[in-house]
């Protein structure tokens, strides 16, 4: 059996989110923001609108259950107030008031910490959370309770994720899909989606990332498995940070250290559960079919599935085209610069047990975050600061990788080795901008041999 393609099926006709509902909020949130746009009091502070969360992600989901709302985030961009800048939450009342006095939304607005719900009944919700733009830059959202702004980066996540995402082929995110259906069909555990996001994303490694994630099961089960193993070196729920905007963490999303605890103990079950059916797929269809829907439950083998398979399969097979037999050894070749090193290569023992986040700043009179700017120009600085949790001693070591038409026409500019330290201190690295191109530095932290954490950051020069 095509388990890829059965997985494929899955996603399609039971997990992925309907496309005449994603139409449907479309049109939702385009009246919503009209009739704030619309309104005589704050109306005009309304500058843009844009989707937040699963949304932006695009790992929205279709309700399991039939009572089972689906939702969905949008950032409501509005003209700075000095009043309301002394006071945050006053921008959270005005949106409210706003929904309140229109005639279609006033029985459907429900105030939350950071957004303003509408709620449609039985269907779905949207949070509308109010957003401004500082001067520099930066974006901040509302916290109601602390009347106090708080720093968000949604561009600069959608980044991340997508860094993420093209190094395992565009896996991450079906899995991610999956394991959000796993938890509300299991209901054993409860994790806010964007914790699961983070969690997951923060999983995926670069250097060998042909093999693990090389398809849909093949992913799902090297995640599960990396999550666990992480899990296992935090006993309490570790700080979990925004990759894309250094000082804001999660963690605020999950307070409660018994769902941690509960979290971990289904996390460890459910990657045994998807091993034991990932090594049957060699042996026993039959058996890998009913062991996949001991995790996902009866619709994974539901006549709906087995047809949207078939269609994938014939979809696959009329995309096929006969490769010409002098280009056939050269099929998926790997992108290798001379000279570079791979840290497989180096250690031969991995367990990512710890966190690490590489943070990018674009030096100059006013240091800005990377992920912010999104692009840097040539000729300028860069300086990568490693921030990781793994307790001394440890070493880290870096490598920097060039891609692009300049670098590969100087000899020896594609890089690619790996070195202990950074050249301004274990945790520090610089960097200048030379070539257009997307480029990447990652670095690796070693305790006792052995690779305990590591992370990837792209760096795309114009």
């Known amino acids: 059996m095509d388990f890829e393609a059965h997985f494929q099926g899955f996603l399609i006709s039971a997990v992925n989110l309907k496309p005449w509902k994603l139409d449907l909020l479309d049109t939702r949130v385009g009246a919503i923001t009209n009739a704030f746009q619309a309104d005589a009091e704050v109306g005009s502070t309304y500058k843009e609108h844009s989707p937040q969360g699963s949304w932006a992600q695009q790992t ?15 950032l409501l961009h509005l003209e700075q107030d000095d009043d309301c800048n002394d006071n945050p939450k006053k921008y959270l009342q005005r949106v409210r008031a706003a929904y309140k006095r229109h005639t279609t939304y006033k029985s459907m607005v ?35 309770a602390e009347n106090a702004f708080e720093e968000t980066n949604p561009v600069g996540f ?51 990332s ?54 971990k103990k289904k996390a460890a079950d459910y990657a045994t559960w998807a091993r034991e059916a990932y090594e049957l797929q060699e042996d026993d269809d039959q058996a890998a079919l009913a062991a996949w829907q001991k995790l996902f439950g009866p619709e994974f083998a539901a006549d709906e599935v087995k047809n949207a398979r078939s269609q994938v399969i014939a979809h696959k097979a009329l995309l096929a085209s006969p490769m010409p037999r002098e280009a056939s050894s050269n099929v998926q070749s ?33 240091p800005k975050n990377l992920r912010r700017m999104r692009v840097v120009p040539r000729h300028r600085d860069l300086r990568f600061h490693l921030v990781m949790d793994a307790p001394e001693p440890y070493e880290v070591l870096w490598k920097v990788r060039n891609h692009g038409a300049e670098a590969s026409r100087v000899p020896g500019e594609l890089r690619g080795q790996i070195r202990r330290g950074g050249n301004e201190g274990r945790n ?28 990837h950051h792209d760096v795309k020069i114009i």
């Open 334 to 366: 790997r992108d290798v610069a001379p000279h570079e090193e791979f840290i497989q290569h180096r250690f031969s023992s991995v367990t990512l047990r710890y966190d690490a986040r590489i943070d990018a700043v674009v030096l100059g009179s006013y």
């Open 110 to 144: 429900l105030r939350k910490n950071r957004c303003v719900r509408i709620e449609y009944a039985n269907d779905c919700h949207v949070d509308v959370v109010p957003a401004i733009t500082l001067a520099d830059g930066r974006q901040l959202i509302i916290n109601y």
């Open 158 to 208: 959608a980044d991340w994720m997508k860094e993420r995402d093209d190094i395992t082929g565009g896996n991450l995110r079906r899995v991610i899909r999956l394991f959000k259906w796993l938890r509300d069909y299991k209901n054993t555990f409860s994790c806010p989606s964007i914790i699961l996001t983070v969690m997951l994303g923060n999983r995926v490694r670069y250097w060998d």
């Open 60 to 74: 929205i989901i279709n309700p399991v259950d039939a009572f089972d709302e689906f939702d969905a985030d949008i």
């Open 428 to 455: 520090m690295h610089r960097e200048s901008t030379r070539y257009r191109g997307t480029h990447y530095v990652e670095a690796y932290v070693v305790k006792n041999g052995v690779v305990v954490a590591s992370d």
């Open 210 to 263: 042909d093999t693990r994630y090389a398809d849909i099961p093949t992913t799902l089960v090297h995640l599960l498995e990396d999550l666990v193993t992480w899990l296992d070196g935090h006993v309490a729920m570790p700080l979990l940070d925004d990759p894309s905007c250094p000082g804001t963490n999660f963690n605020h999303r999950w307070k409660d250290p018994a769902k941690y605890e509960t979290f």
